[in-house]
Structure formats: C-alpha cells, structure tokens
C-alpha cells in the first residue's frame, strides 16, 4: 500500500490549506481523507467529520500532527510522498527560481505561468514546511531525483496538470477570486453556476483516477457568495496535487528544474 499526503498549501498561515489524503495498491487509488484546511484534516483522525457547510481558518502547519494523523487514517506506517502546491527548495528562496522560469516557459503560452515566490510569501512559511518535513525523513525533490523515489516532498502546480487531466490546451477558469475576470459582464450567480460547472467537471475527471472522494459539491442555490467556494476549490486543488503525486510515483511526471528545486507536470498518457 502507498500512501500521498497532499496539500494545496496556502502561502500564509492566514488562509485555511485544502488537505487530500490518497492511498493506493497498484493502479488502484482511493481517497482516505479530504478537508479544507489543517485542523479539519487532524479533526478526521480524531472521528469529527468535516462540516462543509462551516467556516474554515488558517494556521500554522504542524507537521508531525499532520504526518500522525494521515497514518493513523490510512492505517499505515508512514506516508510515502507528500506533495505541496507551495515553492520549496533545498536554498533560501528570494526570487524566481530556474523551475518557476522552465514551467513558465513550457506552459505559459497556455496561461500557466508559474507565481513568483519571494522571501515574505511564502518566505518563512515556506521555509519551515520544507524543513519540518525534511526533518521527518522528506526530502525536497529535484531534477536530479528519479520519478518514483519515495520518502521525497515533490512540488505541484495544479495549472499545467490539469492541461494534463482534462487533456484541454488552455489553463482551465476555475480559481473562485478570478471569476470577475474570467467572465466579465455576467452575474454573480452566473459566475456560482459556471465555477460549478468546471468544478464538477475537475472533480469528474479526478474520479476517473480516484476512488471514493469524500466531496459533494453545493448545488447553485446554496452558495450564499462566491468565497463560500474557495474551500472546494482548496480541496480540488488538494486531489489534483495527490493525482500529480501519483503519476510521480508511477513514473509518469517530469521535473521542471535544477539540483535546487523542481516543479514536477505529469506527462501525458494514462496512469499506469
């Protein structure tokens, strides 16, 4: 059995981090736990479900509750990889990195240029969930280490995978805060209804891969406003960066990068 612990990992401590939760045998994967930040994640070992319908908070990552709680779930050792949509690197981040600019170029002709990291965000957020993990035995994987290799911290970003996923040719409008600029001129409740659509069709395409995911998105009338979305599209981005994980551990993702950080796409083709 293996085991991915994914987050999308939000660049302050002050937004909540979608966590997924994926274990495997084979080409056969499930989702064990899915939640919309840190403390519902820890609150599933402990029997709390998670209430969709409540308010999520932000927090400061505490990785060994984390790695626990995701063992105790999965009913496992250890977790085998975790995967973070979040810059790391096995140097102080300044600035952009070889791997921002390599993704950038391969894939910003189709809307997914990489974010620039810099020392404040994710700055020392982003440094201390490199080395806790690290202290757990994670390291960071770059370039220079093959697809497959257990025990690494691998770095997703969920744009150019889901050109992967859902095998389109242009970054996909789904990101809750941009919904203004995805459709200028329409409606609030026109931009709920077609942020629903592309949800459901991400978390379609994502039950092709994995099984039983523990998400039921609102229907159309439910959603009060547009925020009350982000925590599913932190949790979409959570199961996408496990899919990426697990490519990766199939040999099925390449690395963008050097020897001091790597962002890893998956490659076309089926999962195993």
Sequence with gaps: MTTVLALDAAWTDKQPTGVALLVGEGCHWRC????????????????????WNGTFHGSAPDIPALLSAAAQIANTQSVDVVAI???????PIKGRRISDDAVSKRFGGRKCGTHTPNSVRPGPLGAKLTRDFGGHGFKVATAEVAPGTSGCLIEVYPHPALLRLLDVDERVPYKAGKAGRYWKGTTVPERT????EQFDRILCALGQHIGDIPLRLPRHPEVRCLAHLKKYEDALDALVSGWVAMRYL??????FGDGTSAIWVPKKGKVC
Aim: hydrophobic share 50%; proline share 8%.
């Design 193 to 196: 209804r077609l942020l629903l």
């Design 85 to 91: 949509d979040m810059p790391v690197a096995t140097c």
């Design 250 to 255: 199939n040999g099925q993702a390449e690395p």
């Design 32 to 51: 064990a736990a899915l939640a919309p930040s840190y403390q519902s994640f820890l609150g599933l070992a402990n029997g709390v479900a998670v209430d």
